[in-house]
Nanobody
Framework: QVQLVESGGGSVQPGGSLRLSCAASGYTNSRVCMAWFRQAPGKEREFVSTIDNDARTSYADSVKGRFTISKDNAKNTLYLQMNGLKPEDTAMYYC??????????????????WGQGTQVTVSS
């Protein structure tokens, strides 16, 4: 049973930073695409970032240059370093994963495993 557990959310002022973590367990296949999505109240879940088996990354335009995705394979942990946070970054952030040898898609439907989410609030 694959489990994803996020942590690291919180409340920060605009311009601040947070680092989200996602601890993964239960994978039998090391070839995994992992991603971060977010969902604000009343809005659809939206893509934030992905990282594939070869550590190639992609970002939504809204976070490019401010957020950095990374993973520690030894710890089975995914990270999202968020700098220069803005009020519009306020959302529940979700970690997602899928075993795949191929391309890492940006749509929620591509991912079969999800964490419970961690709240990020940016306000003054």
């Amino acid at each position: 049973q694959v489990q994803l557990v996020e942590s690291g959310g919180g409340s920060v002022q605009p311009g601040g930073s947070l680092r989200l973590s996602c601890a993964a367990s239960g994978y039998t296949n090391s070839r995994v695409c992992m991603a971060w999505f977010r969902q604000a109240p009343g809005k659809e879940r939206e893509f934030v970032s992905t990282i594939d088996n070869d550590a190639r990354t992609s970002y939504a335009d809204s976070v490019k240059g401010r957020f950095t995705i990374s993973k520690d394979n030894a710890k089975n942990t995914l990270y999202l370093q968020m700098n220069g946070l803005k009020p519009e970054d306020t959302a529940m952030y979700y970690c997602a994963a899928r075993s795949t040898e191929g391309f890492c898609y940006r749509t929620p439907a591509f991912f079969g495993y999800w964490g419970q989410g961690t709240q990020v609030t940016v306000s003054s």
